[in-house]
C-alpha cells in the first residue's frame, strides 16, 4: 500500500507543496493564482472532462450501484449544506461549495491511480462511474448553482444563457454526445485534448497551494465537521448503502473515502467565494485519507 501513496500520490501532490512556497516567499501572488486558476477552469479543464467524457466505457456501466452511490451523495450534500447553513450561518454559496466537499473525491487525481496499481487498469469500472457521474451531474450541478446564487438568481433566462455557454459544462456535453453516438474523432484532436488536458489537474493544485500559503490551517467547527463528513460518514454511508455486495466493488467505498476534491476550491476562486474552511478540509483530508485508504486497501 505504502508503493502507490509514494508513488503516483505524493509526487502528484508536490505540486501543491511547490505552490504553497512559492506563494509563502511572495513569488507568486494571489492575484497570479487567480489567473491561473482561471486559466485551467476554463480552458484546460474542459479539454481534460471531453476527453474524460468521450472515453468513458458508459455502455458498461451498471446502473443500480451508480445509482445507489449517487443518491447517497446527494443526501449527504443536503445534510452538509443545512449543516453549513443552519448550524455555521454560512452564506449560501460558501455552504454549497462545502458540501460538495464534503462528497466530490479527488477520484482523477488521487483515488483512479491507486485503484490501477491495486486493482489492474482493466478492472476500474466502478472507478471510472464514479467519476462519469461526478463529471457529468455533480460537478455540472455545482456550476448551475453557483451561476443561480452568485448572480441574478431572480431572471432565468439570463442565468440559463449563462450556463449554454459555460466552457465546462459545454465540454462535458460534447464529450458525452460524442461518446454515446460512437463519434470517431481524427487522432490529432485527441493528441490536443489528451496534452492540454493534462495540464489542468497540475495548474489547478498549483493554485491551491498558493493561495493556501495565505490561509490558516488552524482548525475551526466547520473545518472538523466537514472533515468529518468527507473522512467518515460519506464513505460509511457508502459502505452501507452501496456495500460490497450490491454490484459489489469495494472501489466505490475507496471512491467515497478519497480526499476532498480541489474543484470546489477552484470554483470559490471562480466565483469570487471563501476559500479557508474548504482548503483547510482539502488539505486535512488529503494528509488524513494516506491512513483510511491504507485501511481500505
Do not use: C
Not at 448503502?241 to 476532498?260: E, I, K, M
Amino acid at each position: 500500500m505504502f508503493a502507490p501513496l509514494i508513488d503516483p500520490i505524493l509526487p502528484v501532490f508536490a505540486i501543491v507543496a511547490i505552490g504553497f512556497a512559492l506563494g509563502r516567499t511572495g513569488r507568486v501572488s494571489q492575484d497570479d493564482a487567480r489567473v491561473l486558476n482561471r486559466i485551467a477552469m476554463t480552458l484546460l479543464l474542459p479539454v481534460l472532462l471531453f476527453g474524460l467524457l468521450y472515453n468513458a466505457p458508459v455502455q458498461e456501466l451498471r446502473l443500480v450501484p451508480i445509482t445507489v452511490y449517487a443518491a447517497t451523495e446527494y443526501a449527504i450534500f443536503l445534510a452538509g449544506y443545512a449543516l453549513a447553513r443552519v448550524v455555521f450561518k454560512l452564506p449560501v454559496p460558501e455552504a454549497v461549495l462545502l458540501a460538495m466537499a464534503g462528497v466530490f473525491s479527488n477520484t482523477v487525481l488521487y483515488v483512479m491511480p491507486l485503484s490501477i496499481l491495486l486493482y489492474g487498469p482493466d478492472n476500474v469500472l466502478p472507478m471510472t462511474a464514479i467519476i462519469t457521474l461526478d463529471s457529468v451531474i455533480t460537478f455540472a450541478a455545482a456550476i448551475m448553482a453557483m451561476e443561480i446564487v452568485t448572480k441574478d438568481r431572480a431572471n432565468l433566462v439570463l442565468t440559463l444563457g449563462r450556463l449554454t455557454k459555460s466552457p465546462l459544462l459545454i465540454a462535458m456535453a460534447a464529450g458525452l454526445a460524442a461518446n454515446v453516438v460512437g463519434l470517431s474523432i481524427p487522432a490529432p484532436v485527441m493528441t490536443f485534448v489528451d496534452f492540454n488536458g493534462a495540464a489542468a489537474p497540475p495548474l489547478a493544485l498549483f493554485a491551491l497551494g498558493v493561495v493556501l500559503a495565505q490561509t490558516p490551517l488552524k482548525p475551526d467547527a466547520p473545518t472538523l465537521a466537514f472533515t468529518g463528513i468527507k473522512l467518515i460518514v460519506f464513505p460509511l454511508a457508502i459502505a452501507v448503502t452501496v456495500g460490497w455486495g450490491l454490484g459489489g466493488s469495494q472501489q466505490y467505498v475507496l471512491g467515497a473515502a478519497g480526499p476532498a476534491g480541489a474543484m470546489s476550491f477552484s470554483l470559490a476562486l471562480l466565483y469570487g467565494v471563501r476559500t479557508e474552511v474548504m482548503s483547510r478540509v482539502i488539505v486535512y483530508t488529503s494528509v488524513l485519507t494516506l491512513f483510511t485508504l491504507a485501511a481500505l486497501a
